[in-house]
């Protein structure tokens, strides 16, 4: 043990306890899918969150345009020190069935706003894209029974052993060859294994509180990265107030609300979603006010209960969403307007078979899931395509950007338990994927445009795909918004999830 | 010895142990113990260099690999050195054994035996606070110092059986087996030094916390083999194989290239980061040589009190202008390696501008501090000139 513990230490950082369910950037979605060019490359990248961390990463790389010949991959932080001095990159692994998928694992020391930066090179040369990633620790593992009872035994085993090795020496490690011990040796023992018992007691309790300790600091440290509560307040009869309370009472000393950066055009994306049922949906954007509030003058809304998601994204570009819940009464309010969007139609359908693939809109067309054949699986990376028709059933020409991309997308699950913001990106945040995009270090022609805002409106294809990934089984809703003709058109869609 | 059944050897017997005291070779079990704690001395030190300089790892890394063969290899050659003793009747050992559990074997094996087996237990531990509390990086956590506690046994068992096997030897034998105690010494002290790093880095050497956690750590190893061994000089000669062996570590473990795979990286590491330059106890362990001799004399309060003073005034008269040597352009070279630096330490680190940091932030506080070393030093003395006559009576 020849080293300084306490350099070991500051690269530790953070270790942590946790919790049952995987949460935040979104909620419940932990793991990253993106989809951006890499100078002439496009590729499909998916990063797998450790549930842990300091954890493992698994990196899967797909060049959807070829010539591809070798991938490497690298973490480092997002924004702030250290984030231009990464490590020796790790060369990923190429399929032995597809010449264009790689693979590669990541070790990711740091809870926070990190990204893994992906160089490619290949027959059309080099370049680079980074993909920024929440990193968090999720949950922990409780001891099994068998470990458990092995650990038992062993501990009663190194105990035991202990006080009878030193009662052994304290009566026959001094006797000569031969010799047998006497009364005398027989009664040092003794008074030396009770010694020894009171000093493995105390040992024991000692790791006993130690242990417990680390416990509660990693626990301490789950409950830092769990969402929010959003908690909201009515006033003047229309006007929601929203504060952010942390799960960890550190939270709201660490994490300014009053900083927080502007992501696709807006500090706060909230979505209220009637309940039960999912059948309302606003898409509001609040502003802030001083003190790290944010507020909105509601628009007219039937009375009911509501689940609140707020999407923000801190000043180091990490995401937070604020969860709650919130009964309105009937609210008179003001007409939408700028990107505030709504929907209304028919209840969640979680009955077997009830999944729909068209999605009837406001204005007469409809948009079309081109979802495949075949089961959805969880976990399982996938390019969600809509496409979108007019009421003669033609593909529009007149799509829009909607807050500078070409849609946005929410997927929920019926039980709440995940929510993701998703654009034609993936599921970054676009504020944090220009963090990453800063600092990139190639030349122009290498680096990354994937960031999938939208082309100017009468260019835009009536086809829009977001890249993304179940985190789970179960019944989701999602939620597709398009912008045609200045207004906000929104599809939905129901899944069942395997 | 009081209270005991005496059944002493023959005289036949006997004399056929002296002849066999002046031809015998060390035992393979001592061999295979120092082989084996070596294999964790050399597999910690690599291990360490390789978080400082890589940063990741596996399981299956060979510094990794040398830590657990130390627990393997002490393991089996204990456990079949108790169950030999035990079941064969003739066994050399089977006189000068202690019993346990219904097993026989020297007491040194024992507690290798048990070291052995709290390593084993820390595997699966280990395991499961990775899958819980994330990978670790960092030294001090429950698993860990479980497996530190049977990495000591090893060491503290491989002593009792030097110990036990040297304090029945005479003559040519005798020497060869102090040796190996010179050496099982090393490695604990080594263990008690290393442990304590945090707090001995070179910026800290101009701060009385550093002569006070020396004091805490070093004296007691330099009092014990001096009282345990007859020779006149084994404080200096311990301490020598101490710097050796930390020598080794500083010139060798840079001749390997080896790069940061984590981030992020503020040092340009390009070889594998050596141990600090080992501190200059050597001077104060000849002072304590040769003191000794001076006051055999003395009360053993007065004699600890005259040791622990020259101790820790030798220590601070060589270590504080070495410091200064540490800091300055001159120990830029590769005898002294102070340009090598673990890839996670910023360029903003004292450590790194090679300024001191002051842990004292009074004078008052200074000389308190010290006040309190030169008692600790005092007392270790003491504490182990007492462990050292108990150990010259370990017989089994």
């Given at each position: 043990m020849k080293k300084d513990f306490q350099r070991r230490l500051l690269i530790a950082a953070v270790i942590l306890l946790g919790a049952a369910i995987p949460v935040l950037a979104h909620v419940g979605s932990p793991d990253v899918f993106y989809e951006g060019d890499a100078g002439p490359y496009h590729l499909f990248v998916t990063v797998r969150m450790p549930q842990v961390i300091p954890g493992v990463a698994e990196i899967q790389v797909r060049c959807e345009s070829g010539g591809v010949n070798s991938v490497q991959i690298v973490p480092l932080r997002l924004s702030g020190l250290g984030s231009n001095f990464p490590p020796t990159p790790d060369l990923a692994k190429v399929s032995k069935d597809d010449p264009q998928f790689f693979t590669g694992s990541l070790w990711l020391m740091e809870s926070g706003a990190l990204q893994v930066r992906v160089m490619v090179d290949g027959a059309k040369g080099k370049g680079e894209l980074s993909v920024p990633v929440a990193s968090f620790a999720q949950r922990t593992f409780p001891m099994d029974k068998p470990l458990a009872g092995l650990m038992v035994v062993m501990l009663l085993v190194l105990g035991i052993g202990v006080i009878s090795i030193a009662g052994a020496g304290a009566r026959e490690?001094?006797?000569?060859?031969?010799e047998v011990p006497g009364p005398s040796n027989a009664r040092r023992a003794k008074i030396v294994m009770v010694v020894t018992i009171i000093l493995v007691a105390g040992l024991l309790y000692l790791g006993k509180s130690w242990w417990a300790l680390e416990d509660s600091d990693y626990q301490g440290r789950v409950n830092f990265y769990k969402p929010p509560t959003a908690e909201t307040t009515l006033e003047n009869g229309n006007r929601l107030v929203i504060r952010a309370r942390g799960q960890n009472p550190k939270w709201s000393d660490r994490i300014n609300m009053g900083e927080v950066v502007p992501d696709h055009n807006h500090l706060m994306h909230l979505f209220l979603i009637e309940l039960p049922g999912m059948n309302r949906m606003w898409h509001l954007h609040p502003t802030l006010l001083k003190g790290g509030a944010f507020a909105d003058d509601l628009p007219t809304m039937p009375a009911g209960h509501y689940q609140v998601f707020a999407d923000v994204v801190d000043s180091r570009g990490f995401p937070w969403t604020l969860v709650g819940t919130v009964d309105l009464p009937e609210i008179n309010g003001k007409p939408l307007s700028g990107d505030d969007s709504s929907w209304s139609g028919e209840a969640l359908a979680s009955a077997p078979g009830k999944d729909n693939t068209v999605s009837q809109l406001a204005d007469g067309g409809r948009m079309i899931w081109e979802r495949g054949p075949g089961p959805l699986k969880a976990n399982t990376a996938m390019d969600f395509k809509f496409s979108v028709q007019d009421k003669d059933g033609k593909p529009v020409q007149d799509l829009e950007p909607y807050m500078g991309m070409a849609g946005h997308a929410e997927f929920v699950d019926s039980d709440l338990s995940v929510f993701a913001h998703v654009h034609p990106a993936g599921s970054v945040p676009m504020a944090s994927l220009e963090m990453a995009q800063a600092g990139l270090m190639g030349d122009a022609s290498s680096m990354?445009?994937?960031?999938?805002?939208?082309?100017?409106?009468?260019?835009?294809?009536a086809e829009v795909s977001f890249p993304y990934g179940f985190p789970k089984a179960g019944d989701y809703r999602i939620f597709v918004q398009v912008k045609r003709a200045g207004k906000v058109e929104t599809g939905v869609f129901d899944a069942q999830v395997q | 010895m009081a209270g005991t059944i005496s059944l002493q050897p023959p005289i036949q017997a006997r004399s056929v142990e002296r002849a066999y005291a002046e031809t015998a070779s060390i035992p393979w079990y001592i061999w295979c113990c120092v082989v084996s704690v070596l294999s964790a001395v050399v597999g910690s030190a690599w291990d360490i260099s390789w978080h400082e300089t890589v940063g990741r790892d596996t399981f299956w890394t060979p510094a990794h690999m040398l830590i657990y063969l130390s627990g393997v290899l002490a393991g089996i050659a204990c456990g079949y050195l108790i169950l030999s003793t035990t079941?064969?009747?003739?066994?050399?050992l089977r006189d000068v054994s202690v019993s346990m559990w219904g097993f026989r074997g020297p007491l040194g094996a024992f507690i290798c035996a048990w070291g052995a087996v709290a390593m084993i237990a820390a595997g699966p531990f280990d395991n499961w606070w990775h899958n819980s509390y994330g990978l670790d990086v960092k030294i001090l956590s429950p698993p860990h110092v479980l497996l530190a506690l049977g990495m000591i046994g090893i060491r503290f068992g491989t002593l009792v059986l030097v110990l036990a096997e040297m304090n029945r030897a005479e003559g040519a034998y005798y020497r060869k087996l102090e040796r190996m105690l010179f050496l099982a010494v090393v490695f604990l002290m080594g263990l008690t030094v290393g442990i304590m790093q945090e707090m001995t880095n070179?910026?800290?050497?101009?701060?009385a916390r550093f002569y006070l956690v020396m004091m805490i750590v070093a004296p007691i190893w330099i009092a014990t083999v001096a009282w345990v061994s007859k020779n006149r000089w084994a404080a200096t000669i311990m301490t020598a194989m101490w710097m050796a062996i930390h020598l080794a570590f500083v010139w060798i473990l840079p001749l390997f290239p080896a790069v940061p795979k984590l981030g992020p990286v503020y040092q340009n590491v390009t070889h594998l980061v050596p141990p600090d330059f080992p501190m200059l106890l050597i001077v104060p362990a000849i002072v304590f040589d040769l003191l000794r001799r001076q006051t055999a004399m003395w009360s053993r309060w007065k004699q600890a009190a005259a040791l622990g003073a020259a101790f820790l005034v030798s220590f601070v008269a060589v270590q504080w202008p070495f410091a200064d040597f540490l800091l300055s352009p001159e120990s830029r070279n590769r005898i002294f390696q102070t340009t090598n630096y673990p890839y996670f330490i910023p360029s903003t680190s004292p450590w790194v501008r090679n300024v001191f940091i002051h842990t004292d932030h009074t004078p008052g506080a200074f000389w308190l501090r010290m006040a309190i070393a030169l008692v600790a030093a005092i007392l270790m003395v003491r504490l182990g000139m007492s462990w050292g006559e108990w150990m010259r009576r370990i017989r089994r």
């Open positions: 490690a001094s006797l000569e060859r031969g990354q445009s994937g960031m999938a805002m939208a082309p100017a409106p009468g260019s835009m294809p | 079941f064969q009747k003739d066994s050399r070179r910026v800290l050497m101009h701060g």
